[in-house]
């Protein structure tokens, strides 16, 4: 629903610096996008529907009641809201999406590949953190992570994201921003089962007449070997900033080196060939 307590949970647990002090003039959107200093940011996400399109979805079939799609109710109702003309003079409704973005602490992570000094690690719970002592700020990550997740600070250079709260995790308690929000919007457990229970969802939502409902992240089989964080969408990935197929990009390095491997056999044993053969 927007209400960013997963944000100041998460700064106030971690002490992170504060931003995002000022709107950007373009959303009610305050903090932009993950950052060093954003390691939670809630997306409002504006989406211009034209007027007639239904504000509430009747189910297909079964008991299941209407789902409000979060769409302004029709014109001439008690309390309905202005509809906004898009210069077209087509009267046009609008809808929110709300979407709470974090680290996907992926499978296969390309910054934990390219970390040089191995400040990033994978921890006991499969989370990926980066230890600040340990970062010297080459930067190799940030330009690493398919989803831009992580960033280096200006003040010190070191690279900062999630960590999951790994201290609160050691300590058998949930992340903070999953204690702090309260519709439970935002859930932590058994991965699988986090799985079966999105999956769930979905179905209740195809089955109440919102087909555009999909999970992101979920599907072990993608370019990242699925996300330690996934989420339920409403709409295309892009909508929500999010790569449509997200692929780790340290995936070709194995190839690579085997294949570096092999030229350099193959050009020493010229070498050594050149060399026999000129010693007779």
Known sequence: MGCKACEVACKEWNAIPEDGLTFTGMSYDNSEHLGAS????????????PMGAPSVAPAAGGSAGPVNLGMPAMPGGAGAPAAADDGSGDRTGMRWLMASDVCKHCTHAACLDVCPTGALFRTEFGTVV???DVCNGCGYCVSACPYGVIETRKDD??????????????????????????????????????RVRAQARVEQLHEAGVPEARLYGADPNDGVGGDGAFFLLLDEPEVYGLPPDPVVTTRDLPVMWRNAALAAGALLTGLAVTFLGRKR
Do not use: N
């Open 130 to 132: 980066v230890q600040e």
């Open 38 to 49: 954003t390691w939670r940011h809630v997306a409002f996400i504006e989406q211009q529907r």
């Open 157 to 194: 250079g070191r690279a900062w994201k999630c960590t999951m709260c790994y201290d609160r995790l050691g300590a058998g308690q949930e992340p903070a921003c999953a204690k702090a929000c309260p519709t439970d919007s935002i859930q932590f457990g058994d991965l699988d089962e986090l």
